[in-house]
Nanobody
């Protein structure tokens, strides 16, 4: 079972930047598609970004395109989400997820390992 631990959340002003990190415990990290999801209070969890096992494919939800960048380092067993030009509507608990697919899936059903989440709060 893959264990995931997120870090890097915090409080930032609108227009600012944060980088989230996700550390994975498995030696087979390179087999997994990695995704980031978020959930704001009172809202359902939503897809943010995903990256395929070899970083050959990425996918983003429309609201973050051009502002967020997902990346990974298979040697370090890490995934990242660089978030720029943050907006108050980006405020949410952000979750890292891992799944054995061969593409950058946008569906939470394709991920079978989840981290505990890290809070991102963007003030206006």
């Amino acid at each position: 079972q893959v264990q995931l631990v997120e870090s890097g959340g915090g409080l930032v002003q609108a227009g600012g930047s944060l980088t989230l990190s996700c550390a994975a415990s498995t030696r087979t990290f390179g087999w997994y598609t990695m995704g980031w999801f978020r959930q704001a209070p009172g809202k359902e969890r939503e897809f943010v970004a995903a990256i395929s096992w070899n970083a050959g494919q990425t996918s983003y939800t429309d609201s973050v395109k051009g502002r967020f960048t997902i990346s990974r380092d298979n040697a370090k067993k890490m995934a990242y989400l660089q978030m720029n030009s943050l907006k108050p509507e980006d405020t949410a608990q952000y979750y890292c997820a891992a799944g054995r697919t061969n593409y950058a899936s946008r569906s939470a059903d394709d991920y079978n390992a989840w981290g505990q989440g890290t809070q991102v709060t963007v003030s206006s």
